[in-house]
């Protein structure tokens, strides 16, 4: 079983939608949670870390669910600049597991 | 902000072939990391260091070698490149403690002919 998974996609949705993804993780003893976003041909960028009371930057909200080994990233009023795929990592000490991504397209 | 750099963007060399790539810090991270990315599978861990002259292997750490003389540089080294081996590779920072993210070099993909 990977240690983190995520739903591929893609996701494909209009401009002004709302659109969330889920990541799993099978760690129990997991101790950080981030997302970040990955462009074509890009590095990984972080887009936010994950707390466990949740959190908000602006459009994009993130929680965790340590009781079901969660996490989720809530886009709001999406641009045609949010389209990318969008990476869950999981991290305990100095290690991180990366999801394999999920492709969001955003479109006019 | 943290600035990561990687020595190339695009590198091209030949089977067998010793390939060195790269890793320069400005923050003064301790731990520093090595991932290949490839369609389909995602990061995988080749190598990470948490110290100067500190290393320890990844989940894919078969033909690589790494060394950190300094804090700032890490490199990867494919002792004789494979074919197998092109792929974008991805050099990472963190600070030590939990919970601090990665941060992320612009990669080289390199490609073995």
């Known amino acids: 079983r990977k240690e983190v998974e995520q739903d591929p996609g893609p996701f494909n949705v209009p401009e002004g939608a709302t659109v969330a993804f889920n990541c799993t993780y099978s760690?129990?003893?997991?101790?950080?949670f981030f997302w970040y976003r990955q462009d074509c041909r890009k590095e990984p960028k972080l887009l936010m870390s994950?707390?466990?009371s949740g959190n908000e930057d602006g459009r994009f909200t993130a929680q965790l669910n340590r009781a079901s080994q969660y996490i989720s990233l809530l886009i709001r009023d999406s641009k045609l600049s949010d389209s990318a795929t969008y990476l869950c990592?999981?991290?305990?000490?100095?290690?991180?597991?990366f999801g394999s991504g999920t492709k969001l397209n955003v479109k006019p | 902000d943290v600035k990561v750099t990687q020595s190339s963007r695009y590198l091209v060399k030949r089977t067998g072939e010793k390939v060195f790539l790269e890793c320069v810090q400005d923050m003064d991270h301790e731990n520093m990391f090595w991932y290949r990315q490839d369609p389909g599978l995602g990061l995988r861990l080749i190598y990470f260091?948490?110290?100067?002259?500190?290393?320890e292997k990844g989940d894919i750490p078969e033909g690589y070698s790494v060394s950190r003389e300094k804090k700032e540089r890490f490199s990867l080294i494919l002792e004789s490149a494979s074919t197998n081996q092109t792929s974008m590779y991805l050099c990472a920072t963190t600070m030590g403690g939990e919970a601090q993210p990665q941060h992320f070099g612009d990669g080289t993909r390199l490609s073995i002919l």
């Open positions: 994950v707390y466990s």
């Open positions: 260091s948490y110290d100067v002259k500190m290393k």
């Open positions: 990592v999981v991290g305990n000490f100095n290690k991180f597991y």
């Open positions: 760690n129990s003893a997991s101790q950080s």
